[in-house]
């Protein structure tokens, strides 16, 4: 089992950048595949990136895709979203997510465990 907890979200205006960090607990984080999800108000959960174990594969949805770079760090349990350019439509709360059966997937289903998120806000 892994617990995460997400950071770095807050208010930024147009045109800047964030780094969110989400830290996880237990030794096996290195087994987890990872991924970031977001949803705005009165919206349903959707998929932003994801990541392998090992860091080597990556997805982004086509709306962050040239803007927004997930990465890991397996020594620090942590993984990263950096996001760049933002823009009003990128404001939501922001998740964090593992799953032991990593395979890219966008669903939410698919994905075991969740943090609280951590709430990204963007004035234009």
């Known amino acids: 089992q892994v617990q995460l907890v997400e950071s770095g979200g807050g208010l930024v205006q147009a045109g800047d950048s964030l780094r969110l960090s989400c830290a996880a607990s237990?030794?096996?984080?290195?087994?987890?595949?990872m991924a970031w999800f977001r949803q705005a108000p009165g919206k349903e959960r959707e998929f932003v990136s994801s990541?392998?174990?090992?860091?080597?594969?990556?997805y982004h949805a086509d709306s962050v895709k040239g803007r927004f770079a997930i990465s890991r760090d397996n020594a620090k349990n942590t993984v990263y979203l950096q996001m760049n350019g933002l823009k009003p439509e990128d404001a939501a709360v922001y998740y964090c997510?593992?799953?032991?059966?990593?395979?890219?997937?966008?669903?939410?289903?698919?994905?075991?465990?969740w943090g609280q998120g951590t709430q990204v806000t963007v004035s234009s």
């Open positions: 997510a593992a799953t032991t059966n990593y395979s890219g997937s966008r669903y939410t289903k698919q994905y075991d465990y």
């Open positions: 237990g030794r096996t984080f290195s087994s987890y595949g």
């Open positions: 990541i392998n174990s090992n860091g080597g594969i990556t």
